[in-house]
């Protein structure tokens, strides 16, 4: 499985950017897929995320009401719309896909950089 994002990149505070994270495979095959990021210095952590048995995606407190997760109808693409973006924000942007059975497999991809001035 390969996951890869685009869509990084710098935005002054206030501005937006849409992340995009293509699947090589459906990304209804999966159980949940996900965004998380990771700062300089801190752990990685997570933004959104939403599983394949319905229901609305979760989001960090810290994004609510700001990012929003989604996905193409052809569940080949998933993506995170981040509006008013703040220097917090700065960080590299995983996408991650998941299955749970027979096992929990995590799959990564390599990061896209948002660094949002201030």
């Known amino acids: 499985v390969q996951l890869v994002e685009s869509g990084g990149g710098l935005v002054q505070a206030g501005g937006s950017l849409r992340l995009s994270c293509a699947a090589s495979r459906s990304t209804f095959s999966f159980n949940a897929m996900g965004w998380y990021r990771q700062a300089p210095g801190k752990q990685r952590e997570l933004v959104a995320t939403?599983?394949?048995?319905?229901?609305?995606?979760n989001y960090a407190d810290s994004v609510k009401g700001r990012f929003t997760l989604s996905g193409d109808n052809a569940g080949n693409t998933m993506y995170l719309q981040m509006n008013s973006l703040k220097p917090e924000d700065t960080a590299v942007y995983y996408c991650?896909?998941?299955?749970?059975?027979?096992?929990?497999?995590?799959?990564w991809g390599k990061g896209t950089l948002v660094t949002v001035s201030s």
């Open positions: 991650n896909a998941r299955i749970l059975a027979p096992y929990v497999v995590d799959y």
């Open positions: 939403v599983t394949n048995a319905g229901g609305s995606p």
